[in-house]
């Protein structure tokens, strides 16, 4: 697995943060190594999913990247009739997606769209995965997009949504942000390349707090959404459409 080392040397400007070439280049080793639990939530998502997944349905990973989710849904869903719909907005996301998925054996079939998921159809789902992508969607374009998979999931459907997020009061949020960092230094990046990603991250990853994205989801008509995952200030909900 490449290493990622982007933000390694003292960079005069940090340009806001990309899903390009070179991000795709070493992005599995970038996850991991950001992302507390990463690696344990994509079987435990496949389980949620193969649970609420039903027969003749679309499952859809919304901000697929290379494809960790989908290939995670294909190898659990045992569904009769169920297509996966692989979404993300990145061109070098996409192609290495492809690359990926083609090699990984049998599983259900892969819809792979380059688009941006704010644009597509959602249609005849019965699970939603939004697996650290949200946070990247514009801010005033949340509410519409939440609203669209509500009304595209079958009753009795799913949305899994995994984000980065603030916590409140301040000083719980600074305690876990603080320990975000320990966990990024332990697995090997400097004080610089936290800093330095931080800053690329401005304004481009946009979090909110577990209270705001509940009250959205409820809004929407979700019954429930619950938190059923945290590690430090990262968190996943599962909302549920009666
Ligand atoms: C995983 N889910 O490995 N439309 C489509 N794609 C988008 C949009 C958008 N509007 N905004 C961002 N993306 C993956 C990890 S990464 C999370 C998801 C991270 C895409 C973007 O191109 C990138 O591939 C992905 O969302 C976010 O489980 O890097 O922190």
Redesign the pocket.
Known sequence: MAQDNLYASQKNIVAPFE?DEAVVAV?PD??ER??PG?TLL?PLIGQIASRYAQPHSRCY??????G??TLALRQQIQQPGCRITA????PA?IEKCREIIGRSGPGLPVDLVE????QIPIRNASVVVL???FQ??PPAQRDELIQRIYDGLRPGGTLILSEKVIFEPPELDALLVTLHHDFKRANGYSDLEISQKRTALENV?VSETVPQHQARLRQAGFTSADLWFQAFNFVSLLAVKE
Do not use: E, H, P, W
């Not at 990973?61 to 290379?66: K, N």
């Open positions: 899903f992005f970038m996850i950001s992302v990463y994509l990973d919304l901000g697929c990247s290379l960790a989710v979404v993300d907005n990145s996301m688009a941006d998921i704010c697996n650290f992508t990247f969607v990853l």
